[in-house]
């Protein structure tokens, strides 16, 4: 299984970012996926994910809630990230992830077996 990402790039503050991550090869019907991201000399961290084992359930990193937005295809093997009011702490390299992970691990680097490549998103101030 390979994850495709793309979308990112340069924003002011304040400004929107949307990346968009593919899976070949396989759906996750009974699974997750989501977004982590990784800022230099920090570790890789939750940002948001949908579990379609719970029906497409939702899950945000607290510092994103009210302005990013997860949503996953029919398919379920693609997944978009709508970043809205990006503040430059949202720098990172933003990874998408995909498995199977039970509840207790949704939100830990441990419950996916997936990775994306990265794509590197810069908020200026």
């Known amino acids: 299984v390979q994850l495709q990402a793309s979308g990112g790039g340069l924003v002011q503050a304040g400004g929107s970012l949307r990346l968009s991550c593919a899976a070949s090869?396989?759906?996750?019907?009974?699974?997750?996926m989501g977004w982590f991201r990784q800022a230099p000399g920090k570790e890789r961290d939750f940002v948001a994910g949908?579990?379609?084992?719970?029906?497409?359930?939702?899950y945000y990193a607290d510092s994103v809630k009210g302005r990013f937005s997860i949503s996953g295809t029919n398919a379920k093997n693609a997944v978009y990230l709508q970043m809205n009011v990006m503040k430059p702490e949202d720098t990172a390299l933003y990874y998408c992830?995909?498995?199977?992970?039970?509840?207790?691990?949704?939100?830990?680097?441990?419950?996916?077996?997936?990775w994306g490549q990265g794509t590197q998103v810069t908020v200026s101030s």
């Open positions: 992830a995909a498995g199977y992970p039970i509840l207790s691990q949704l939100r830990a680097i441990e419950g996916y077996r997936y």
């Open positions: 090869e396989r759906t996750f019907s009974s699974g997750a």
């Open positions: 949908v579990n379609w084992r719970s029906g497409g359930r939702t």
